[in-house]
């Protein structure tokens, strides 16, 4: 059976990247969509001469959680059967499209989210992670576990896909970069089935900016904790949440 595969792609100022991207996306994928967040340095102008891909235009920078949010709508309204979302900062492969995709309906059930992974195994291309990067990651990928009953090992890989059908089941409301966090906490209560998928773990700019406090690591590990326990409280799951969640893993 053939499955109708559409590949997203947040964008928000990154015209040093986008270009060669999407050229690398086109190769290995039909149906694109490019959610381009307010860019404001060139970027949609470059857009605008790109051919074969599908723009929304966001005026103003929204955050990163609602440009994936975009792209959920987007995928459920024009009837796509698979979402592949991945950056456009240059970390991820676009010839890995088709195999992450292919994971959503490989098995006898279907997938409802595959999720990359950068530390299921070692590539030849990796590169060293920031350490305050995967130290936060580290913890937080911990606490998901510890109150999901989850067994990942990546919370904050974009490179994802997800069968479209279920995510009709989800309620963003995080605007930014700790979206991924409600993004597990509902996928868990929803009862999904989830899948990690490896890719390799590329860094470009070490010193990418999460914007304002959040780019100091001890503000931004707290934010993702709140964010953590505001939705596990909104959804109404037990809770063994405390502030020392996830710390055994550093």
């Known amino acids: 059976m053939l499955h109708r595969i559409l590949t997203a792609v947040p964008v928000y ?4 990247h986008v270009a060669d991207v999407l050229r690398q996306v086109q190769t290995h994928a039909y149906d694109i969509l490019v959610v381009n967040d307010g860019s404001t340095d060139g970027t949609s ?3 605008q001469e790109t051919d074969g891909v599908f723009v929304i235009h ?3 920078n929204r955050g990163y959680g609602t440009a994936l949010s975009t792209s959920f709508d987007y995928a459920l309204l024009r009837g796509y059967d698979i979402l592949v979302t991945m950056d456009c900062d240059g970390q991820h492969q676009p010839q890995l499209i088709r195999q992450i995709a292919k994971r959503v309906h490989q ?7 595959v999720s990359g992974s950068r530390y299921l195994r070692p590539f030849p291309e990796n590169t060293k992670a920031p350490d305050e990067r995967r130290r ?3 913890q937080i990928t911990a606490c998901l576990n510890e109150q999901l009953n989850l067994s990942i090992t990546d919370a904050f890989c974009g490179f994802k896909a997800y069968r479209v059908a279920s995510l009709a089941d989800l309620e963003i409301t995080v ?12 996928a868990a209560d929803h009862h999904w089935q989830i899948e990690e998928f490896p890719v390799p773990l590329v860094y470009i700019d070490a010193n990418r900016s999460f914007g304002g406090t959040l780019d100091e690591a001890d503000k931004r590990i707290t934010h993702y904790r709140g964010v953590l326990n505001q ?3 909104r959804r109404g799951m037990q809770q063994r949440f405390t502030a020392d969640c996830g710390r055994q893993s550093t």
Do not use: K, R
Not at 13 to 16: A, Q, R, S
Not at 176 to 185: F, H, I, K, R, S
């Open 107 to 113: 098995g006898p059930e279907p997938v409802d989210m």
């Open 58 to 60: 966001h005026t103003e």
């Open 136 to 138: 936060i990651n580290e």
């Open 13 to 16: 100022n990154e015209v040093t």
């Open 175 to 186: 605007p930014g970069y700790a979206m991924p966090l409600q993004l597990w906490v509902q």
């Open 231 to 233: 939705e596990l409280a």
């Open 45 to 47: 102008e470059i857009l």
